[in-house]
């Protein structure tokens, strides 16, 4: 059982503090596979867990990281071999169980994808957690019959990592997205991504003045909830449907039952961790398809294990733009 490198944090007197340390591998969680991590992301999620925020853990010490990519180097599982590349994205890892912020993991094989061909593991942590539940929300609008042409799709939170990987996802596939953002900056930014047009966030962010306003939307996007998402369901054009999948927002839903009766519209959850296995390996495949790679280039920035300090405090302030992609071996 060998060392490794791992960003491991504790708590004392209701502060965490995160520290680079070599862990031994008796300390990984039991499991059939052991994966020698190459890559993870920097979600909202992790913000918070590195800074102590929304009791998402509740035991220390902890290695967070809610999803990594990497090559198989000890299985008990005939699903996999050593050698395999695979990902992990939901489970809770990076909460109730060690994640991806370590040279090392250890989990079920149930919860690992094997990567799908032509694709990196870089690339598949570039895409993470964020573009997997971006391209099951294309999915579920999809099966809701959103088709190219049946009018415009709104992607808010879309200088974020979901948000950013569904503009570029929707306009491959030949929609017209309108990306919402609060950061005039990334105007180009989102441009170069495929969308049409940009509106500012806070058209969105105040509460709706009336149950119906006029129909604007054919589909939607939403990685923000609160008072947005509210005032999208009254925007939405008949039978439209919205894909929600954030709560930057918060989780409080302002609303009527109007929306829902008199337009017909669809209200869609959409949670990466409660996803069946065909359709995880359905969304990877997908991806593969769908998503450009040289545009999954341009909103993609690659950081050493060491910064991770800083770049939770960012990404909660909305300071970081598109896909963090930690490089744990750095």
Not at 8 to 16: I, R
Not at 138 to 147: A, K, N, P
Not at 207 to 218: F, G, I, M, V
Not at 247 to 272: H, M, Q
């Amino acid at each position: 059982m060998s060392d490794f490198t791992a960003l491991v944090l504790h708590e004392a007197d209701g502060k965490v503090e995160p520290r680079i340390e070599q862990v031994n591998e008796t300390a990984l969680p039991p499991g059939d596979v052991t994966v020698a991590v190459e890559y993870s992301t920097l979600n909202y999620k992790d913000g918070l867990i590195l800074n102590g925020l929304g009791r998402l853990v509740r035991k220390y010490p902890h290695v967070g990281g809610i999803d990594f990519a990497g090559t198989v180097e000890r299985s008990d599982s005939p699903d996999f071999r050593p050698g395999d590349t695979v990902v992990l994205t939901g489970w809770r890892v990076g909460e109730v169980q060690w994640g991806g912020f370590a040279q090392k993991a250890r989990v079920k094989a149930s919860m690992l994808v094997k990567l799908p061909g032509g694709l990196t593991s870089k690339h598949a942590m570039a895409i993470g957690t964020a573009g997997f539940t971006a391209m099951l929300a294309v999915m579920q609008l999809e099966r809701r019959g959103l088709t190219p042409g049946a009018g415009e799709v709104l992607v808010t939170g879309a200088a974020g990592g979901v948000g950013g990987v569904a503009t570029a996802v929707l306009a491959r596939l030949g929609h017209t997205v309108v990306a919402s953002t609060g950061r005039a900056a990334m105007h180009d930014y989102l441009r170069g991504l495929g969308a049409s047009a940009i509106i500012d966030r806070a058209e969105l962010a105040k509460a709706p003045q009336r149950p119906l306003d006029s129909e604007r939307w054919a589909g939607a996007v939403d990685a923000v909830g609160g008072t947005t998402l509210a005032t999208i369901l009254t925007q939405m054009a008949y039978r439209g449907s919205v894909a929600a999948c954030g709560l930057a927002g918060g989780a409080e839903l302002a609303t009527t039952v109007v929306p829902f009766l008199l337009r017909g519209v669809n209200l869609l959850g959409i949670d990466s961790v409660m996803c069946p296995m065909p359709e995880r390996q359905e969304a990877w495949q997908r991806l593969v398809r769908d998503l450009p790679m040289d545009r999954l280039d341009a909103m993609t920035e690659t950081a050493p294990l060491r910064a991770l300090p800083e770049l939770g405090g960012r990404i909660l302030k909305g300071e970081t733009r598109g896909r963090v992609v930690i490089d744990v071996n750095a």
